[in-house]
Each structure stands twice: as structure tokens, then as C-alpha cells.
């Protein structure tokens, strides 16, 4: 009786001119109710643009494949189409709403095509006559070029609380920590609810270093020391700056399992799963733990095979340990023989250092062999060694360039390090690019707080720059 109830109601609703099929927004609705109106899954019978189903329940207009007709006419399994979506086939199949667009698979609809929700959309406006509409700056949606809802862009400014990407989006022409916020966030004075000058409190945005504070909230890396916004550091109890957890990853310390990391690099086991930091184990390929070797030594693991890493003699299979390789016995009998390019070293031996024999680089340390010599290292023997992060850049040498590999913020010449060399943002802690101060100011990002380092009146919020502070 439940299902013959919502199917006469939805019949109803759908014989009403103008009224919208669903008015959710979204494909999370509960159809299960429904299905024999709107269309299902297989065990379902669709009408509106489902799949045709074996031993589904007989929908109106439509039948169970290799069934009697439907009630209003629809024949024997056409009523659904049996393509489960394909949104390049010319057809509206699926449960596209038009061809080739709408529903939960393809790409939203252009203006003037069908659709059920605003979901179905480009504009994210789905009109009462079920027609995807074009954007408009009242109709409830962040569409078009708009900012915020309805506002900037080619629309009016922004109130406050709306999000921003410059002043000019605002009515208040204040915009900070990416919101509009009130006139008194722009004045140059501490007023409201502040807690420093235009910063601060649930108004404004977060405070830079140094500016007075009463919660973690009211600054920008969320500690609160006395009274005054702190610098991210790694013992504050809090996760800021390039931290990927509290107090760990980024530029500090690794981090233990179970936290969270962006890559290997910033987890005690080198492992990063999904983005938390996996605990180190005999299998996982790569050496972490108390391992000396991969997945191997370190009195947890297996002894290790010649060549890998080594503390102890006891960590090797051969209980041989030589310049902290596991090596056969014939590495240290001070004679040049079988595969060494030097005495006891090269080849299947340990590297050799600086001034040995070689046949080629990865018989050396350095891994730079030159005339049958190894070399010492430098930042332009195209080769990755020494403290080196990436070839010839990183540690000793000069900063990387964007993509190569990096331990610190220092190794890059963008000063953001994340696991690679990325570029500056307007969010990430440092001041790079063209950034006036810590992610302000200069022609991409926000503008500059009340004492923060300016060039330009335009580099600050209040308009105003004296010297190099903006006040």
C-alpha cells in the first residue's frame, strides 16, 4: 500500500504544470520509495530515464524487460533505456536528464537543456518548467564570474561574511582571510569585538605575529602566547605553519604513526598511506623501524643480503660488515681482486672514496668517476650527492626549482617544500612570490594588516603605506 501511495502521489505532482520533478539540489535523495516512478537499479522497473530491469516491479509507462506493457502505454522493456550511461552517445540514456549531460555521471547541462535539480546545471539553476537557466545575480547560486553568492564578480559587492579575492569584491572594500568582513576591519583602529588593530575576534580576520590576541583563533597560526599571536613553531601544541599534524611534519620533526603527513618524508616509517603515517614493518619495501637495511637487520628483521645497509656484522646473513654494507668476505683482504675497480672497493664491494680506482660512477661515493678516477663531489657534476636533495641543487648547493626534490624550505627557490619544490600560494606560511609580507600583499594575494611589511598603499588593507609598514 506504501509504494501504490507514493506512486499515485508522485503521478500527481508530475501531471502539475510547472511544478519542479524534485526540488533537492542533489543525488542523495532516498528514491528507494520511488523506484517504480523514477527508476532504479536492476530489480527496479525505471520510467524516467533509468535502466530497464529483469524482474523489476511494473512501472507506469513503462514494463520489466520481456513483461507486459506498461500501464500508460509503454512497451515491453523500453520504458528504461538499457545503456547504463554513456555520456557521449548523442542520447539521453542513463539517468541523464538531457542528452549526454545532467544526472549523477555525465557533466552538468548547458542553459536551455532539461534537467531535475540544480545539480544538473552548469548555472546550478534548475527553473520550476525543469530548464537549466542561465546565471543571474538573485538566484541563490555562486554562479557566473560571482565571488560569493549573488555578489561581486558582474554582480554587486559582497556583505560581510562573503567570500572575497580582493577588496573590491566587498562593499566594505575590506577583505581578509579570503571574507568581506565590516568597515571596522579597515579603519586602522582596534575597535569591536578586535582583539588588535582591524584583527582578530569573530568579525575580522586572523592576526598576524605579534599583535595582540585573547584566543588561538584570533591569530593566523592559531597560538596565542601571552596575549600575543606567536610564530608557528614545532612546540606550540598546535598544527601550523607546514606542520601535517601538530607539531610534526613540514619543516619539523617526522611524524609518529597514525598522524597525518602529504608524503613519506614526513613519517618516522617513511611510510604515508592515504595521508596518515603508517607504522614500519618487515614488508613494506622500505627501510624504516630499527631496520638497517630494507626490511631487513636491525634485530627486528631478517639478516641482510650483501650490499644492503649494515650496523653490526650480526645484521648481515654473512655476518660481515664492512664501511656499513653487508660484503663477502673477499671486500676486506686488502687485495684487488674478481669485480673491485680499486682494492676492497667498487663493484660488488663498498663504494670507493675520493681518489680510487673506478670502472664507473657507481663504483664511487660521490658517483661521479672521471678519467677512472672518483671525483669529489660538487653542485655541477650532474650527478645527486653530498647532502644534495635533487641534482646539483638543495642542501650545500643553490635552491631547487619547482618539482625537484627537497627535504627543507630552504632547498627551494619558492621557499615551499613538500616533499617536492612547489609554488608560492597565498596560504602557505612563507613570504614568496611577490608577497610584501607572510601572504600578503603584491598582486596575487590579500592585503596586508596594520604593521605588516608593504611597497605600495596597495599592498594594505587601510590603503595606506608608510615606509614599509602599512598603517
Known amino acids: 500500500m506504501r509504494v501504490h ?3 499515485g502521489l508522485m503521478a500527481a505532482a508530475l501531471a502539475l504544470p510547472g511544478c519542479p520533478i ?26 524516467l530515464g533509468g535502466r530497464a ?6 512501472g507506469v509507462g513503462g514494463s520489466r524487460t520481456g513483461g507486459a506493457p506498461g500501464t500508460n502505454g509503454g512497451s515491453a522493456g523500453a520504458a528504461g533505456s538499457q545503456d547504463s550511461g554513456n555520456c557521449a552517445n548523442n542520447r539521453r540514456d542513463g539517468d541523464e536528464t538531457d542528452k549526454d549531460c545532467g544526472g549523477a555521471t555525465c557533466a552538468p547541462c548547458v542553459d536551455g537543456r532539461s534537467c531535475r535539480f540544480g545539480g544538473d546545471c552548469a548555472s546550478g539553476v534548475c527553473t520550476a518548467g525543469g530548464v537549466c537557466d542561465v546565471p543571474t545575480c538573485n538566484d541563490g547560486v555562486k554562479n557566473g564570474d560571482e565571488v560569493g553568492i549573488d555578489c561581486a564578480g558582474k554582480c554587486p559587492a559582497c556583505p560581510a561574511g562573503q567570500p572575497c579575492r580582493a577588496i573590491n569584491d566587498c562593499e566594505s572594500n575590506v577583505c581578509q582571510s579570503d571574507k568581506c568582513r565590516s568597515s571596522g576591519c579597515g579603519d586602522a583602529l582596534q575597535n569591536g569585538t578586535e582583539s588588535s588593530a582591524d584583527c582578530g575576534g569573530p568579525l575580522c580576520g586572523q592576526c598576524p605575529a605579534g599583535a595582540t590576541c585573547n584566543v588561538a583563533a584570533d591569530c593566523k597560526a592559531s597560538a596565542c602566547v601571552n596575549s600575543r599571536c606567536a610564530v608557528a613553531s614545532c612546540d606550540d601544541l598546535v598544527q601550523n605553519g607546514t606542520e601535517s599534524d601538530v607539531d610534526c611534519g613540514g619543516n619539523c620533526t617526522r611524524c609518529a604513526a597514525a598522524k597525518q603527513c602529504r608524503h613519506g618524508g614526513e613519517c618516522v616509517s617513511n611510510r604515508c598511506v592515504d595521508g596518515v603515517c603508517v607504522a614500519a614493518s618487515c614488508s613494506d619495501g622500505l627501510q624504516n623501524g630499527l631496520e638497517t637495511g630494507v626490511d631487513c637487520g636491525g634485530g627486528v628483521c631478517a639478516k641482510c643480503a650483501d650490499g644492503q645497509r649494515c650496523t653490526t656484522p650480526i ?17 676486506a683482504d686488502a687485495q684487488k681482486q674478481g669485480n673491485e675497480s680499486d682494492v676492497d672497493c667498487g663493484n660488488s664491494c663498498p663504494v670507493c ?5 673506478c670502472q664507473k660512477s657507481t663504483d664511487c661515493a660521490s658517483g661521479v668517476c672521471k678519467v677512472q678516477v672518483c671525483a669529489t663531489p660538487s653542485c655541477a657534476d650532474g650527478v645527486k650527492n653530498s647532502d644534495e636533495t635533487s641534482i646539483d641543487c638543495g642542501g650545500p648547493c643553490g ?6 626534490a627537497c627535504r627543507l624550505d630552504k632547498d627551494c627557490k619558492s621557499l615551499v617544500c613538500r616533499g617536492s619544490c612547489v609554488a608560492p600560494t597565498c596560504y602557505d606560511f612563507v613570504m614568496n612570490g611577490d608577497e610584501t609580507d607572510i601572504d600578503c600583499g603584491g598582486t596575487s594575494c590579500l592585503k596586508c594588516a596594520r604593521n605588516q611589511a608593504c611597497r605600495l598603499p596597495s599592498d594594505c588593507g587601510t590603503g595606506s603605506c608608510f615606509g614599509t609598514r602599512c598603517n
Open 5 to 7: 501511495y507514493w506512486l
Open 22 to 47: 524534485l526540488v533537492q539540489d542533489n543525488y542523495k535523495l532516498d528514491t528507494s520509495l520511488y523506484a517504480p516512478v523514477l527508476g532504479g537499479q536492476a530489480g527496479q522497473s525505471p520510467v
Open 53 to 58: 530491469s529483469v524482474g523489476g516491479a511494473l
Open 315 to 331: 645484521d648481515c646473513a654473512n655476518a660481515q660488515c664492512i664501511d656499513g654494507a653487508c660484503r663477502s668476505k673477499t671486500c
Open 353 to 357: 672514496v675520493v681518489s680510487r680506482l
Open 399 to 404: 635552491p631547487c626549482d619547482l618539482g625537484r
